[in-house]
């Protein structure tokens, strides 16, 4: 799956993420992996849960928290045009940030 996001109004950060795979050597968990490419450092990362959807939503929310506290995002150049609600990303958080 991948979403694109503007930067200074150009298509030029993507977010990829990746099917839950299940975590051979752990104890049934899943993870399930995500880049972030454009905002200078690439990110990569994972959500793990206990089945696929957990893992799938956790990853959505580490992507969240680590956009919306990027400098880029504060400063107002960091947008997707698919957002209904202006300023969001579409992506959830855990609830730690002070919109």
Do not use: H
Not at 37 to 61: F, H, P, R, T, W
Not at 83 to 94: M, N, Q, V, W, Y
Request: charged residues 20%.
């Amino acid at each position: 799956m991948r979403r694109v996001l503007q930067l200074d109004e150009v298509d030029a950060v993507q977010v990829e993420i990746f099917s839950p795979v299940e975590d051979v050597g752990s104890f049934g968990d899943y993870l399930c992996r995500f880049k972030i490419n454009g905002l200078g450092k690439n990110v990569e990362g994972y959500g793990a849960g206990i089945d696929s959807i957990n893992a799938l939503v956790g990853a959505l929310i580490i992507i969240g928290n680590k956009l919306y506290t990027t400098e880029e995002y504060k400063s107002g150049r960091l947008s997707w045009s698919g957002s209904i609600d202006r300023g969001k990303l579409g992506f959830p958080t855990a609830g730690l940030i002070n919109w």
